[in-house]
């Protein structure tokens, strides 16, 4: 689990670093790694406690279902601090080092949106 997070918050600070900026591309890139970290952490948690089939198919919904609630949340999050930043151009432009800290959080709560599901569902399971 802290490889997963480890690479999920590498990966997202080198899109932020190295990635398109452009409207489409960025978003877009942002969801295709939120993507593989879901299905990693859904995946890892399948593997590691021996799940049969329908096991797997309920660790992917639940991880989807709890990754999309985190960002759905961290995206209301961001609409309420935004104007509090006094940002002088986009939030993609800012080079502010508390963007780079920004989105090591996103996807950090990422992780644990798909996480915490996951959890509550082993305590279900007994």
Do not use: D
């Not at 900026?21 to 790694?33: A, K």
């Not at 151009?89 to 996480?115: D, E, F, R, T």
């Amino acid at each position: 689990m802290k490889t997963i997070t480890l690479l999920a918050i590498a990966a997202m600070l080198l899109l932020e670093v190295f990635g398109s900026t452009s409207s489409v591309g960025g978003s877009m890139s942002f969801m295709l790694v939120f993507v593989v970290v879901m299905l990693a952490v859904a995946i890892y948690e399948a593997w590691s406690n021996g799940r049969g089939v329908m096991g797997w198919i309920v660790n992917l919904f639940a991880s989807a279902v709890g990754g999309l609630t985190a960002v759905a949340l961290i995206g209301m999050a961001m609409e309420a601090a935004l104007p509090h930043f006094h940002l002088e151009g986009s939030l993609a432009s800012w080079q502010h080092p508390l963007k780079y800290v920004v989105v090591a959080a996103i996807a950090l709560l990422m992780v644990l949106g798909s996480w915490i599901p996951l959890q509550v569902l082993n305590r279900l399971r007994g």
